[in-house]
């Protein structure tokens, strides 16, 4: 667990710098990052298939797409608004694994077995809470109300992770890459956000 929390911390503080300095460039070096980086993993993964799908439509709009999107998050209504997708995403993910992990017992999908629908549900409950609280404290202004919207969040997020999980079965690996300490991959790290990034920003748009 110690392996998994001091990366975890880490990363977190490079992000959080990022978020929030004026200039945008610092932010968009580390997206220039992610989508080169989150492109080698999906290929190691991948490097098997030769189908237009793997090698031209999910890098495209499985990876690049998002990583844009958060930035036009943070361009378009401002450093609070991605602080908050990606603290709920985060949240989302740790109440899944420590749920499932301590009482899980029925399994979610064949997709990826360790998945519960204990920690489904308790990643459930636990962002519709923790949405109610971000958003005042974040003062992030939407109209649809937070349950609804951490939910949704809840949904992307779990969606998200099975799909990298479904790419990862399908060829036979267990993690994306070794760059994160006792995380794997950051494709494994950012499945969720990859999905709930562009949900929020459309949200955002349609609810501000």
């Given amino acids: 667990?110690?392996?998994?929390?001091?990366?975890?911390?880490?990363?977190?503080?490079?992000?959080?710098t990022c978020i929030y300095q004026k200039n945008i460039i610092f932010l968009?070096?580390?997206?220039t990052y992610l989508i080169i980086q989150l492109n080698i993993e999906l290929y190691r993964v991948t490097k098997r298939s030769k189908s237009i799908i793997f090698k031209i439509f999910i890098p495209i709009f499985y990876i690049i797409l998002p990583v844009i999107i958060i930035q036009k998050i943070k361009?378009?209504?401002?450093?609070?608004?991605?602080?908050?997708?990606?603290?709920?995403?985060?949240?989302?993910?740790?109440?899944?694994?420590?749920i499932g992990k301590k009482i899980g017992k029925n399994k979610l999908s064949n997709i990826s077995p360790n998945k519960?629908?204990?920690g489904f549900l308790g990643s459930l409950i636990i962002s519709i809470i923790i949405c109610h609280y971000l958003l005042t404290?974040?003062?992030?202004?939407?109209?649809?109300?937070?349950?609804?919207?951490?939910?949704?969040?809840?949904?992307?997020?779990?969606?998200?992770?099975?799909?990298?999980?479904?790419?990862?079965?399908k060829f036979k690996k267990k993690d994306s890459g070794k760059i994160m300490l006792g995380h794997g991959g950051i494709l494994d790290?950012?499945?969720s956000l990859l999905l709930s990034a562009p949900l929020f920003y459309l949200i955002s748009i349609y609810s501000n």
């Fill in 1 to 16: 667990m110690f392996t998994r929390i001091i990366p975890a911390l880490i990363y977190g503080i490079i992000f959080y």
């Fill in 28 to 31: 968009n070096i580390l997206l």
């Fill in 75 to 98: 361009l378009e209504f401002g450093s609070n608004y991605l602080l908050f997708v990606i603290f709920i995403t985060w949240i989302n993910d740790i109440s899944a694994f420590v």
């Fill in 116 to 118: 519960t629908i204990e």
């Fill in 137 to 169: 404290a974040l003062n992030v202004e939407l109209s649809i109300n937070y349950i609804y919207l951490g939910a949704l969040m809840s949904l992307s997020c779990n969606i998200g992770d099975l799909f990298e999980s479904f790419i990862k079965r």
């Fill in 189 to 191: 790290r950012l499945d």
